[in-house]
């Protein structure tokens, strides 16, 4: 055939981000309603809950030359309402089409982590759906444990701080350039 059917254009650059801007923030929650609520029926309708009104949105922006595309991937962190060193993060959310790429979730896992890292954080940890919990475990995570959490299996899983040095400057963030994932 003359014409054969492409790829979808990816990305092959980031900048992984604190969500600064209004556009960034509504993406990483409509790209959360995509995952959550459309693709894997976690939630009904929305997947916000009363941790969106502390946490600190961060994003994965696609780049095209020096222009900002769109958010492909977000997550969230937070302080423990009971202790302050302690923090969590969720709603790990990657485009479908940029799952393949290692730089986008590993590049939010370690913004998320190091820049609590640098407001004073301890302990780092997260709920994470159990296939992805190898992801982690090769990012220098722990499984604390294997239960259920809306309806589907997790680990509780928690960051081994050696490995994610403080990052001060969360809201410029850093650049993350695409490979494909193993």
Known sequence: MMFEPFKPFVAPEFQVKFATEVWERAAAAALRRKVFCEEQGVFSGDDRDAVDDVAIPLVAVSLLGVAEGEVVGTVRIHADEHEADVWWGSRLAVEKG????????????????????????????????????????????????????????????????????????PETGFLSLAKLAA
């Open 98 to 169: 940029y799952r393949r790429l290692s730089a986008v979730g590993a590049g939010l896992i370690r913004l998320a982590v190091s820049s609590a890292h640098a407001r004073g954080c301890r302990r780092f940890l997260a709920n994470v759906q159990s296939q992805n919990a190898l992801l982690f475990q090769h990012m220098h995570w722990r499984s604390l444990g294997e239960f259920e959490l809306h309806g589907r299996p997790h680990h509780r899983m928690e960051a081994d701080l050696d490995h994610y040095p403080p990052f001060r400057t």
